[in-house]
T-cell receptor, first 114, second 111 residues
Framework: DVKVTQSSRYLVKRTGEKVFLECVQD?????MFWYRQDPGLGLRLIYF???????EKGDIPEGYSVSREKKERFSLILESASTNQTSMYLC?????????????FGQGTRLTVV | KQEVTQIPAALSVPEGENLVLNCSFT??????LQWFRQDPGKGLTSLLL?????REQTSGRLNASLDKSSGRSTLYIAASQPGDSATYLC??????????FGGGTRLMVKP
């Protein structure tokens, strides 16, 4: 079974803190993604990475950065957390075989910024 | 730009009913479509993956169909159970690396 593991289920951080969300996948997938999910707004892509040290901005990258130093690990960094970054954060990885892509998600991190 | 719509946004049915969830997309040039289930406060669980060349996929009581030319997919759930209560999302993948998600259908199956 493919496993995508996010380091925390719940986090509470203070405004202005630097926050690290970690994600690890165990299936040697090339692509990894960070989404945030908010009521009424659905899933929005923050960043994605298609290889080690490679990244591309998604739809809402402002206020976030990412790091992919190893293939299995993709980190999302909130440089200075703000209350409007309170959300559910979802990490995913995808297996690409030709034109076929199947995505697998972690269990989510509920981040509250106070 | 691809847009994915799921109707209805919410659905409540009595246990035992067969039901259909709908997913439509605006650009038919997709490579595959994936259906997910999400329980409250949890991540997404992959249910079914349909390649663009396929018409349907089945897993247990679930059957997903794909009509690429009309931009539609349906997820059929047979003999629904309270444990099927969750939000169901569809996502399509085209030529790029990204998935485009629908807004989801929140399903409640009442005992």
């Amino acid at each position: 079974d493919v496993k995508v593991t996010q380091s925390s289920r719940y986090l509470v951080k203070r405004t202005g803190e630097k926050v690290f969300l970690e994600c690890v996948q165990d299936m040697d997938h090339e692509n990894m993604f960070w989404y945030r999910q908010d009521p009424g707004l659905g899933l929005r892509l923050i960043y994605f990475s298609y290889d080690v040290k490679m990244k591309e901005k998604g739809d809402i990258p402002e206020g976030y950065s990412v790091s992919r130093e190893k293939k299995e690990r993709f980190s999302l960094i909130l440089e200075s957390a703000s209350t409007n970054q309170t959300s559910m954060y979802l990490c995913a990885s995808s297996l690409v075989v030709g034109r076929l892509t199947e995505a697998f998600f972690g269990q989510g991190t509920r981040l509250t910024v106070v | 730009k691809q847009e994915v719509t799921q109707i209805p946004a919410a659905l409540s049915v009595p246990e035992g009913e067969n039901l259909v969830l709908n997913c439509s997309f605006t650009d038919s040039a997709i490579y595959n479509l994936q259906w997910f289930r999400q329980d409250p406060g949890k991540g997404l669980t992959s249910l079914l993956l349909i390649q663009s060349s396929q018409r349907e996929q089945t897993s247990g009581r679930l059957n997903a169909s794909l009509d690429k030319s009309s931009g539609r997919s349906t997820l059929y759930i047979a003999a629904s159970q309270p444990g099927d209560s969750a939000t169901y999302l569809c996502a399509v993948k085209g030529a790029g690396n990204m998935l485009t998600f629908g807004g989801g259908t929140r399903l409640m199956v009442k005992p």
